[in-house]
């Protein structure tokens, strides 16, 4: 029934492998390392890939990872006591030999037929407890409405069908009573009878035309119409610079020309205040300790030599760590995964003489943060522009996002960075929902028209009104771009919420049918809990309703109102972990110039500052 058990040490080389079924070779082992383990996920029991399931344990007195896999469909009990079981039977047998060279020269050979044996003890025993012999038909309650039954006196099965019977009897009497031609009918008979206060109640909910005090003239409602834009594009470009361009936040070009961002600015950390915890922390643990062990002099003893991490000793700091990461507005969630995946990690290895439970715990914190954290795939979107021109193409950006997190906002400042590095711009208001949106973007293509007096870049708004589709809107953008050379096509899409499937299906059709370069997710850094509903949603609602063999996900995402969270960066960490995908830039402000970058030792470094 199994499919593959190995043993593996945490650097990668397999000890010992027992294969049931052809299992190929970049399979459901690789996978699980890298998806799970390495991006701190080990506090899940179950990773399923492709048509497997595995389960795994650690040993981290020896570094050493036990892995089963088997295929999805099936439901095995024994596979948690199959993996105890040999852990401690290969651990007990080849101690020595993994604790001399980590293991890389040992012969495990023999450990095959011992494997075995476990196995078969466990299948044996686990099939007679779940074996049951079915019901004799006299011991139903069926048998009870047989003659057969009646007359053998047996009173049992005629009592529980005599009760059932009831029931039945109940639950009918009340379907005809809640049913259109029951008596539910009879009590909205009495309403007619009122007819006169009836009707006149109809006439005064009826509704009335609005009278107006005044009508407006034709040339008050000329110079109240501001969709037009004859003279938008005569204003004065010092006077859009100095409302929309903060010259303290531009970024500046690097030794290749590049106009880069600049970076959040971060308070400098402060350690006083941690290292003041951690010894209360440590005291804390430390008396835990010792009052387990029996006394002040074995604490001590232990003192100066090598101590092992246990469940009590981590669950106090490790506690305190969940709260705090809760407090900066890390999802409860996500919280206790990168908890429980630090915890699996240390439990049971060895502290040297003076190492501090709390200092070993923040420090393996700190790396699995960094771990989370650390992007997979390249930021660099200006190389892979390049590359689309280079293919003789434009490349596509779409904007998704929830309602009011800054979606057209955060796409007019990516807009002014790419025009920036000289780049011909596209925006595609694709958002024929909410009212106004098209004119929203009208304003920021013309206030980044006028911005733009030096360089090659340049930026053109592309529309169709509203009420229109979506999908074939932004078809019709990619295919004008290309045929007029545009290097970036921006696609703007209208606010959703994840739980609203006719909008999401518009989403998901808009994405199948024009295959954008990139998805990026707009949300608040404000948010919390909620991040993990959306981010799962949209996900699902892109796997989901694309249509497709292979769907597509979310690429990326940009956190909005960063200047509102001081160094609660909690989102951050949860958007990451759900997605495994990168932050590509924070909004910080309403200038064109308020878009930054995010690096990860911020974050990392806010989120444990107390």
Not at 127 to 155: H, I, M, V
Not at 210 to 229: C, F, H, N, P, T
Not at 315 to 325: A, E, G, H, R, W
Not at 361 to 369: D, F, H, I, K
């Amino acid at each position: 029934m199994l499919d593959l058990f190995t043993i593996l040490n945490k650097g990668g080389l397999v000890l010992w492998q027992q294969n049931f079924a052809p299992v190929a070779a970049q399979g459901p082992v690789t996978a699980l390392i890298k998806d799970v383990l390495i991006e701190e996920r080990g506090a899940t029991n179950t990773y399923l890939k492709d048509t497997y399931a595995l389960k795994w344990t650690f040993a981290n007195q020896l570094d050493l990872i036990f892995v089963v896999a088997y295929q999805k469909i099936l439901q095995l009990p024994f596979l948690d006591e199959l993996l105890e079981t040999v852990k401690r039977l290969f651990i007990d047998t080849y101690r020595q030999d993994i604790t001399k060279d980590q293991g890389i020269h040992g012969d495990y050979s023999g450990f095959t037929p011992m494997f075995q044996q476990v196995l078969q003890n466990l299948e044996s025993k686990y099939a007679s407890q779940t074996t049951r012999a079915p019901r004799k038909f006299e011991d139903t309650k069926k048998f009870g409405n047989t003659l057969k039954g009646s007359q053998s006196g047996k009173s049992s099965p005629s009592g529980v069908s005599n009760g059932e019977d009831e029931i039945a009897k109940n639950i009918q009497a009340l379907h005809l009573q809640s049913s259109p031609r029951g008596p539910s009918m009879n009590r909205k008979s009495p309403k007619p009878k009122g007819s006169p206060s009836g009707g006149s109640e109809k006439k005064k909910s009826q509704k009335q035309m609005r009278v107006w005090d005044g009508q407006i003239a034709k040339g008050e409602m000329e110079a109240l119409d501001y969709s037009g834009g004859n003279s938008t594009d005569t204003l004065d470009a010092d006077a859009i610079k100095a409302q929309f361009v903060d010259s303290a936040k531009l970024g500046t070009k690097n030794k290749q020309g590049v106009y880069e961002v600049q970076d959040v600015d971060v308070p400098e950390d402060v350690d006083d205040d941690d290292d003041e915890e951690n010894d209360e922390l440590d005291t804390t643990a430390s008396a835990k300790t010792a009052a387990a062990s029996g006394g002040m002099f074995s604490s001590l003893l232990k003192s100066f030599t090598q101590r092992e991490l246990t469940e009590d000793a981590l669950d106090p700091i490790l506690s305190t760590m969940k709260n705090q990461l809760i407090t900066k507005n890390v999802a409860k969630e996500i919280a206790e995964h990168v908890c429980d995946s630090v915890k699996s990690n240390l439990l049971g290895k060895k502290l040297g003489q003076f190492e501090r439970v709390a200092t070993v715990v923040r420090t393996s914190m700190e790396a699995a943060l960094k771990r989370v954290l650390t992007p997979k795939t390249s930021l660099d979107i200006l190389r892979d522009i390049e590359q689309a021109k280079a293919e003789h193409r434009p490349y596509t950006i779409t904007f998704i996002g929830v309602n009011g997190v800054g979606k057209s906002t955060n796409l007019s400042k990516v807009c002014f960075w790419l025009l920036q590095n000289n780049m011909k711009v596209l925006i595609a208001a694709c958002d024929t929902f909410r009212s106004g949106a098209v004119e929203q973007l009208r304003v920021h293509a013309r206030n980044l028209r006028a911005l733009q007096t030096s360089g090659m870049g340049s930026v053109e708004l592309f529309e169709r009104g509203y009420g229109k589709d979506s999908a074939g809107i932004a078809k019709d953008a990619i295919a004008y771009a290309g045929a007029q050379g545009f290097d970036v096509v921006l696609i703007d899409t209208a606010g959703r919420m994840q739980d609203n499937e006719p909008l999401m299906r518009a989403l998901a059709k808009l994405v199948a049918v024009n295959s954008p370069d990139k998805i990026i997710f707009v949300g608040e850094a404000l948010v919390g809990n909620e991040a993990v509903d959306q981010l799962t949603k949209f996900n699902m609602a892109l796997k989901d309703f694309s249509g497709l063999q292979n769907p597509r996900h979310i690429d990326g995402m940009i956190l909005t109102k960063f200047d509102t969270i001081d160094d609660k960066m909690g989102a951050a960490l949860t958007m990451t972990y759900i997605t495994g995908q990168p932050i590509y830039f924070v909004g910080t402000g309403q200038t064109y110039t308020d878009l930054k970058n995010l690096r990860v030792s911020h974050v990392v470094n806010a989120l444990l500052r107390n």
